[in-house]
């Protein structure tokens, strides 16, 4: 290396080091400033037009040079996945950050403002060794203001990681609220021959097959810290409730005379609520994470399954016959009252409580094929969120409440998981394996 380009690094590191000390504060600072950029609670969010140019690059050496583009793209792939985002084309820039510069005193706002772009996004990035710098700033263009400026070092594997943390900085900043960027989805996929577990990236990216039970495995739940997951599997021949650690080679199983079905964790707990049927009656039952029953929930003629709790573990939404049909009910746990949620149409199943706590998703069947809808969880008339594209299943909220993940067989073959927002817009494909797809469930955000 020269003379030149090794002052050039140390320039570099040096200038950075300084600007991320003093930018974390004023990132900080900025907020908790009332910064609100984007109300995610408007149904008629517009995308906000934000340019992210390629990465000002310490060397001209190739191989950082591909490397640095490689993460300027994926910077663009992972905010424009939220939808909040239209990213700007690059052949409409009138200038480029890598050959002028990153920070404030060297950028000419009016160039971004120009061609529309509401934020800009700048990095600089320097490879060296299998190790990566970057240095990333979100300005807000029109009042030529930093919003947000970090600084991240690791190896070439921490790429996607270090991306994705700047990611939720950005939407912090932007929503008061850390997105979804550390989050997971679990489902079932039939692609090796039977109905297995398999667990993804909140963006559908590294899917990993996590179950071999070799036979049919359903209904994945996450615990609250994102560390357990219980699942119903056919090991035996039967339905029995499994719970593992993710990571630790710990699990319980809970196989009761008859059915052991549809696991859900207590928000903040190390329990679950399920349905069993040792009694006779599908009825739901509070156990414990190793497996005990700590007591029963429901009592009622009738079947009784798929709780789905509440935010603060408060009131518990769950599915049940005792009207006639399935339909959606809610039991407040203190007063061990139970009301009656859902009353549109003969047949809605698969609850799910939205993390604010004020919404339910839901599948509903009519006319003979199954649609999505949301409804206020204290009731009143449900909104239709998918629309005539073959059966729409199984939804499930991301752990901002900005997204919803479900199953669906709109393509005209096997089923598929998608994802759109939570007022219905914006609906795409996450991903496609071999064999189907089905029964999403999104973990919570796991540090």
């Not at 950075?16 to 910064?35: K, N």
């Not at 690059?57 to 939808?83: C, H, Q, W, Y």
């Not at 990611?167 to 960027?181: A, D, L």
């Not at 096997?414 to 394996?433: E, F, H, I, K």
């Amino acid at each position: 290396m020269s003379i030149h380009n090794r002052q050039h690094n140390l320039n570099f590191n040096i200038i950075g080091l300084i600007a991320v000390i003093h930018l974390f504060f004023i990132g900080t600072a900025l907020c908790y400033a009332g910064y609100d950029y984007i109300d995610i609670n408007n149904p008629f969010l517009r995308k906000i037009p934000i340019a992210i140019p390629l990465f000002k690059t310490v060397s001209e050496n190739p191989a950082e040079k591909r490397m640095s583009n490689k993460s300027s793209d994926l910077l663009s792939e992972t905010l424009k996945f939220t939808g909040y985002f239209k990213i700007l084309d690059q052949d409409a820039f009138l200038v480029d950050p890598g050959k002028s510069g990153i920070i404030a005193s060297n950028i000419n706002f009016q160039n971004w403002t120009g061609i529309g772009a509401e934020l800009l996004i700048t990095g600089g990035f320097q490879l060296s060794d299998n190790i990566i710098e970057m240095e990333l700033r979100l300005y807000d263009p029109f009042k030529g203001r930093l919003l947000v400026g970090k600084r991240y070092k690791g190896w070439i594997s921490d790429q996607r990681k270090m991306i994705r943390r700047f990611c939720s900085e950005v939407i912090y900043v932007m929503t008061g609220k850390r997105g979804i960027f550390d989050s997971k989805i679990a489902f079932i996929s039939t692609g090796s021959g039977n109905k297995e577990i398999y667990i993804c990236e909140f963006d559908g990216n590294n899917p990993v097959q996590k179950t071999r039970t070799k036979n049919i495995t359903l209904s994945p739940a996450w615990s609250s810290d994102g560390k357990w997951i219980a699942y119903t599997a056919y090991k035996k021949g039967k339905p029995d409730l499994y719970i593992e650690h993710l990571k630790e080679k710990r699990s319980v199983v809970v196989a009761k005379k008859g059915i052991n079905i549809t696991p859900a964790w207590v928000p903040g707990k190390f329990e679950l609520a399920a349905t069993l049927s040792y009694s006779g009656d599908p009825e739901i039952y509070m156990l414990t994470g190793t497996g005990k029953i700590i007591k029963r929930l429901t009592y009622n003629m009738g079947i009784d399954v798929s709780p789905a709790w509440s935010p603060n573990g408060g009131k518990m939404a769950f599915v049940s016959n005792r009207s006639g049909t399935p339909q959606i009910f809610i039991l407040d746990i203190k007063s061990r009252k139970v009301k009656r949620l859902t009353f549109h149409g003969r047949y809605n199943t698969s609850p799910s409580w939205s993390p604010d706590g004020d919404r339910i998703t839901y599948t509903a069947m009519e006319n003979g094929q199954f649609n999505i809808y949301v409804i206020s969880a204290d009731g009143g008339d449900p909104v239709k969120l998918t629309y005539n594209e073959g059966d729409n299943e199984a939804p499930s909220w991301s752990p901002d409440g900005s997204l919803i993940v479900f199953s669906s067989t709109r393509e005209g073959g096997p089923s598929r998981l998608y994802v759109m927002t939570s007022y219905g817009t914006d609906q795409r494909r996450l991903l496609a394996l071999p064999g189907e797809q089905t029964n999403p469930k999104w973990s919570p955000n796991i540090n």
